[in-house]
């Protein structure tokens, strides 16, 4: 049972159970996690506890919804009440959360089990994780949200929840060919979240199916005063309705300039297939605005300053305490004038307002996920084809494709217009039957 | 230097340095502390920084205000950034606050100087302390604001953050001869501070004069979305007017069956001198509301379902991290029937209507503020004249009158009217002015 969709199913047909969920997932975890390294803890005793309380429900016919009894994964910069939050800190590594962030909470009374904490990159940043991807144990399985991505991949949980401020939801979930969503920016709430770019900064769900995706977006998404006050759609409704082709448009410009060969033999095939799939025309080549000139730079001010000063003080007081990346990072961020982050905010703005204009005539925008498949484990890889999405707010799908380059899977990424998740997952749902693409267990060697 | 006022005012005159204060607060540590362990943990270095940071700041004429460069003491259940927040649970020894509760953040604004974390009854309820009464160390300090209320009376401290939910402001302060106010409910905020009944969880200012009470108060209170929208008066400037006599009513009922001769005969001498010393006429006697037949009963209830409420998982899970007395609140909560807790709440409301109308024609009531002076250090003493105020949310300020029993410190409460902080202040300070009180060090053998 590798998706949420099928598992629920199996549940409302008795043909499965939460423990036997569980105990799937904690098997997988025993064949792979000494060599994946995708959590910093697991509750085994838990999430069985609670996978029991879960099927009692189920027997006196309380099923709360989708979610109910599926065992997930929450990255380790998310309180979860009564677990350290240690955000990959060594000093806060016995910080324990008093209440669930808001995520947690709306996930806890949707009936998911909590199997443990996945692996994040130090305060949400780049530096190299202990996480290997499964698909090759010497390459990187991305990062921030490196151990949800990497656990996905080996089926050691049904979804995930990760968060992106560069391109840290797209980017591992790709590198890992798991199926990631970056929602429109404000609509997931970040209470109770360790931030690093509270401007930028976005929880979102991964998992295995795009399906999936929608079934974990609903119950995370919603109005807590600090979101976006808009009703959400019922997107998991929405994607029960047949498909037509979705509108996309293709993306050229740094999106393909900065793509490797692979990556672009990769969108010259995806392309094909789903043009004979049926696309609605055009699959036009869309301009972009000439905001995206300075956008990864522009992008890299805001999360330095921001990380900055947040991190300030305790970078002052326990510098061991932050490595390298974040560290440079944060002294970046300290150097920068303040007029220059005011332009940075600014621009964030007037390139949010350009988009929407640019997405207007489509379902989505279409182009590779990455810049690469996964690189080998020194780095968390290129996060330019994520980053200008964190940087407008717009919300940003990969997907995995069933292409691999030396065995790592290569995915594409659909791009949403602001707030219309509901076009872009069902845009996507249509990209995914049309491929093919089925949930593939990576075989860690 | 022993209160706030009088060090503010050394240290705008350049008499003293928030260095000099720190240190003279750090060698009274030193003299006192192993015998009273009032700290659960003391950042000297911090501290010390702090203090030259705050003094190079009044070298440049940038005074924030009375408590810039005033070294102050936090109750453990207070999140103070970088610092764990225990609330007296082993679990909890190692959990680091990623930002300041909302009280906290202010008193830093202020320019406040925190010397450390002083010790709270577990989980602020009713669990003997490791910490000693420093005028008898057979003897309780009083709880659950143990640690402050001691640090204060040996000068560990100039003023310390309290909280009372039963009595754990005024009666910690009545015991170790200190003063303390428990402000109206929702005039300070809760925001970061972990809860014990969030009905009647009330943070407020501990110190050693009145006026130290009005200085802290006065940064401590305002709107923050969770409190009372109301301007909150400028109780420092009210202060330093010339007071008029207030008009008190005398207590009775309750507040004099439950007293032992001690405090009856305190209380017949007090009221002696301030009638001598002018107080308005009528010290009358006040009759209570019926509702005070069942007061004590009815803040149990809603005290003990709200404990079972926050902590009924952990209590589950950790059994071992909850001490008897707050255990057997918890169980009591866990067995209380919704209609109980509901019948309560409903009381709460009609009896702090009632109050309104019986503190009409008054300042303030006045009643002593323990029924005994500390006793053994095998409970925390009894709550019973101070958990009316904390069901009622009416400010209570309890005052050292100079009296003593068996070298123990007697003290009187004064009850305010619903917000009427402003009052409730200046009338104590007439008393504190009539009664001739001075901060007194306890003498630690």
């Known amino acids: 049972m590798k998706t949420i969709h099928e598992a629920a199913a199996a549940l409302r047909a008795g043909r499965t159970t939460p423990v036997e969920l569980v105990k799937q997932c904690l098997a997988n ?8 390294k995708a959590w910093v803890f697991i509750d085994r005793a838990g999430a069985l506890a609670e996978a029991h309380a879960r099927a009692d429900e189920i027997k006196r016919f309380q099923v709360r919804g989708p979610l109910h009894g599926i065992p997930i994964a929450i990255k380790d910069i998310f309180d979860v009440f009564d677990w ?23 996930l806890r009374e949707a009936g998911a089990i909590f199997l443990g904490k996945t692996v994040t990159t130090a305060y949400a940043s780049f530096d190299p994780p202990v996480t290997r991807n499964p698909w090759n144990l010497s390459h990187t399985p991305g990062g921030s949200s490196s151990g949800s991505a990497a656990a996905l991949a080996v089926g050691m949980c049904l979804g995930a929840i990760g968060s992106q401020t560069g391109g840290s939801i797209n980017r591992p979930a790709s590198y890992c060919g798991v199926q990631g969503l970056k929602p429109t920016y ?3 709430s970040c209470d109770g979240v360790v931030p690093l770019a509270p401007s930028m900064d976005h929880p979102g769900p991964m998992g295995r199916s795009v399906r999936d995706l929608a079934i974990m977006l609903q119950v995370m998404a919603g109005f807590d005063g600090s979101t976006i006050q808009k009703p959400v759609p019922d997107y998991t409704a929405l994607l029960s309705e047949d498909a037509a082709p979705p509108c996309l448009g293709r993306v050229r410009g740094l999106f393909e300039d900065l793509a490797e060969p692979a990556m672009q033999g990769m969108m010259v095939d995806v392309c094909a297939i789903l043009t004979s799939g049926g696309l609605r025309p055009p699959l036009a080549e869309v301009a972009l605005p000439s905001g995206f000139g300075t956008v990864i730079a522009d992008h890299r001010v805001i999360m330095a300053v921001e990380a900055a000063a947040y991190h300030r003080l305790r970078v002052q007081r326990h510098p061991e305490d932050f490595p390298p990346r974040i560290r440079s990072l944060i002294d970046e961020g300290l150097a920068c004038p303040a007029w220059e982050y005011e332009r940075c905010l600014k621009q ?13 005539h489509f ?16 780095t968390t890889g290129n996060p330019a084809f994520n980053s200008p999405w964190s940087f407008t707010g717009l919300p940003s799908l990969s997907l995995p494709t069933g292409h691999f380059a030396d065995g790592l899977p290569l995915c594409v990424q659909l791009v949403g217009g602001w707030g219309r998740e509901a076009s872009l997952l069902k845009a996507a749902l249509w990209c995914e039957k ?8 990576a075989i860690v060697a």
């Open 84 to 106: 350290p939050t240690a955000a990959g800190s060594k000093l806060w590594s016995q910080s324990i959360a008093r209440q669930d962030c808001e995520v947690v909470r709306r």
């Open 29 to 36: 975890i025993d064949r792979c996690e000494e060599k994946v």
């Open 348 to 360: 964030q703005q007037r390139l949010r307002q350009q988009m929407v204009q640019c997405l207007e």
């Open 186 to 188: 404000g609509l997931v």
């Open 363 to 378: 379902d989505a925008l279409i182009m590779p996920a990455t810049t690469s498949p996964a690189p080998p484990a020194e």
């Open 434 to 441: 049309a491929l093919g693409v089925q949930p593939l267990d």
